[in-house]
């Protein structure tokens, strides 16, 4: 692939175009800028909600549109609206709630730019098995609410992700069993303590295809770029399918190419012999 065929570059945040520590390496800066200048537009795909996007990518000139929600949103940051929402029935969102609410599980709802989390259960988020930086980015991230999810169902819009977790195995069955139960669903590991819930029409893959569609890109001219398991498809989708060297071992077993490590700016590091082809 030449740089004149490049026409979008996908790229999941975490781990994948984010350091780390949640930094955006300086390589990845530049080739901002460098894309911008050549009209190669730059997606950000990500399980965040829109306003989970680091600012500086927000703002910038080469980025239009965000792929969010793992895929259950694709938004327009010019126009400033959605151009594709996926949600989760509100019954399912019931059921699973039903379900697993007995148990010692957060149960967060994406809607309306905000994850929220119920405030009784948010002292779960310090007995998780996570890392610590990951620990205090999900409880900075989150919007409390003292209601049930379940009751917060009509007072906001359409939820396009359930980010669900387990302080013990028990649970993690528990959410398991309560996901089967609905074909419609499917859920994402991305960490130990974590399943992320969405319509199964709700994935970065459909979102590249769909937006590629609504651009006009031939697929083959896209590259995307991820490290888990919420980026499989997308990897797949693509025209060149990218792993981080840091990526999980069973997503890079399906990757087109591997790129260097997150923490080194992996992204620019791939695409600069590309653009400079």
Not at 6 to 28: E, H, Y
Not at 50 to 71: D, F, K, T, W, Y
Not at 145 to 160: S, Y
């Amino acid at each position: 692939m030449s740089a004149p065929s490049v026409r979008a570059v996908f790229v999941d945040l975490d781990d994948t175009f984010l350091a780390p520590d949640k930094s955006i390496p300086q390589a990845n800066l530049a080739l901002m800028d460098e894309l911008a200048d050549r009209s190669i537009e730059l997606i950000p795909c990500t399980g965040r909600h829109v306003g989970g996007v680091p600012q500086i990518m927000l703002e910038h000139r080469g980025v239009r549109h965000v792929i969010a929600s793992n895929g259950g949103i694709v938004h327009d940051l010019r126009a400033g609206y959605d151009l594709r929402v996926v949600g989760i029935e509100r019954e399912q969102i019931e059921d699973l709630y039903r379900q697993m609410s007995p148990h010692p599980i957060i149960f967060d709802a994406f809607a309306d730019g905000h994850a929220y989390t119920e405030a009784a259960r948010f002292h779960l988020f310090d007995q998780i098995d996570v890392a610590e930086g990951l620990r205090a980015y999900l409880k900075a991230g989150r919007t409390p609410v003292e209601c049930t999810i379940p009751e917060l169902l009509p007072h906001v819009g359409p939820i396009t992700k359930l980010s669900i977790f387990f302080v013990d195995e028990e649970g993690a069955r528990v959410c398991r069993e309560a996901i089967a139960r609905h074909p419609g669903l499917y859920y994402v590991q991305t960490s130990a303590a974590n399943y992320e819930t969405m319509d199964r029409g709700a994935t970065k893959g459909e979102a590249l295809r769909w937006l590629s569609g609504y651009m006009g890109w031939d697929i083959a001219d896209t590259v995307a770029f991820g490290d888990n398991n919420n980026d499989v498809t997308m990897i797949e989708a693509a025209g060149d399918g990218v792993v981080m060297e840091n990526g999980e071992p069973q997503v890079k077993a399906l990757a087109d190419h591997i790129a260097p490590p997150a923490a080194d700016g992996g992204v620019a590091l791939y695409m600069r012999p590309i653009l400079r082809a």
